[in-house]
């Protein structure tokens, strides 16, 4: 029997929208919090809260303790993060693992469609 593959839909464009429904988990990544660096510096916390693997592990996690109910997609809004294409290349597997939680999200979740900005 084969493993169910969750597809995630990525938004990169201010105002975009996707209808989601109640299979649907959102995931929403920050832009810059504004907490003592310029757009675009490296800082452990804004790239904590902008890993989306990591975040796609922690759904995972959530949903088999029960805290989250089960979903069948993904929809991930990075209008907000200044390089989209980070993302795109965490979610298709170009950026290196740096966990086992990476190899986790690669065999769970695939990249299904984004939009780029205009």
Known sequence: MSEVVIPVTLLTAPGQFVPLDPDTALIRLPANSGHGHADGE???AC???TDVRALLH??????RRGLRPP???VVVDASAVADP???VLALTGKLPAQALRDHTVARKFHLAGY???P
């Not at 922690?58 to 949903?63: A, D, H, T």
């Open 42 to 44: 490296v800082c452990i």
């Open 47 to 49: 790239a904590a809260q």
């Open 58 to 63: 922690n759904l995972l996690e959530e949903r």
């Open 71 to 73: 979903f069948t997609r």
């Open 85 to 87: 294409h980070q993302v």
């Open 115 to 117: 939009s780029s900005a």
